[in-house]
Every structure is written in structure tokens, then in C-alpha cells.
């Protein structure tokens, strides 16, 4: 009698090239899938906020539209701001800046309006004391004129 081998059968060395085979394709796809994310990090490393959401919008908006596109765009511009792949964007830095300006503006004039506030209220109160005293003083003189004519 001679060995044959029927098609069908499994033997210990056919399931381990299998196997091997089956490995080696999931390494390969998860291989693939590293590169393709590392390319895409690198396309959008250095870029602002605002020109990656541009390339965001312009590459995805032709193929799920405008709206979906910018949807996708918010979710993962700040995932990449927090991995480190975007630069903060000088606009937002300078818009951050002029409102702390502004407050600090806003403040200060609330500060000198209650201060010019306070000074108006003093002068109205040393004015109102000296034209006391002035009529006071006016009062006495004309006392002391009335006296000496009588």
C-alpha cells in the first residue's frame, strides 16, 4: 500500500501553515493601518487648528458632505491638539489676548468711575460745607453791620 493524501485532510503541518498564514496577514493589516495613521499624523503635524480643520473640510467634504465633514472635524481637531500634532493658532492666541485687554480695560474704567464717583461726591460735599460757611460768614457779617447801625 502506498501514502496518499486525500484533499481534505488536516495533518498537524497543513494547520500550522495555516495558522502561520493567518498571522502573517493580520501582522500585514495592522502594519498597514500604522502606516496609513503615521502618514495622516504627518500631513496634519504643524498645522493650526484652523488649517486643519480647512483640510479636513476640503478632503472629506467631496465624499460625505459639508456638514458631516465639519462633525468629524470637531471631534478629532481636539485630539490632536491634545496628542501634540497641531500649534496652537495665532488668531485664537491673539483673540485670547485682546479679551484679556478688554477685561483689563473694563476693569480699570470701573475702577476710575468709581474713584471719579467718590471725588465728585467729596467735591459736592466740601463745595455744599464751604457755601455753608461762606453764608454763615455773609450771615454774620450782615449781623455785625446790623448791630452797629442800630
Known amino acids: 500500500m502506498t501514502d496518499t493524501k486525500v484533499i481534505g485532510d488536516t495533518t498537524d503541518e497543513s494547520h500550522a501553515f495555516r495558522t502561520l498564514f493567518k498571522v502573517l496577514v493580520v501582522v500585514g493589516i495592522v502594519a498597514a493601518i500604522t502606516k496609513f495613521m503615521s502618514d495622516r499624523r504627518r500631513d496634519f503635524y504643524g498645522l493650526t487648528e484652523s488649517e486643519a480643520r480647512a483640510k ?43 479679551s484679556d485687554v478688554a477685561d483689563k480695560v473694563g476693569d480699570t474704567a470701573e475702577k476710575v468711575a468709581g474713584n471719579a464717583k467718590k471725588a465728585a461726591s467729596g467735591a459736592v460735599d466740601e463745595m455744599g460745607d464751604a457755601a455753608k460757611k461762606a453764608g454763615d460768614s455773609a450771615k454774620g457779617a450782615a449781623e455785625k453791620i446790623g448791630k452797629k447801625m442800630d
Open 56 to 98: 479636513f473640510e476640503s478632503k472629506l467634504g467631496p465624499i460625505i458632505g459639508d456638514d458631516r465633514a465639519s462633525d468629524v472635524a470637531d471631534q478629532v481637531i481636539p485630539r490632536l491638539k491634545e496628542t501634540g500634532v497641531l500649534i496652537e493658532d495665532a488668531m485664537d492666541d491673539a483673540k485670547k489676548a485682546a
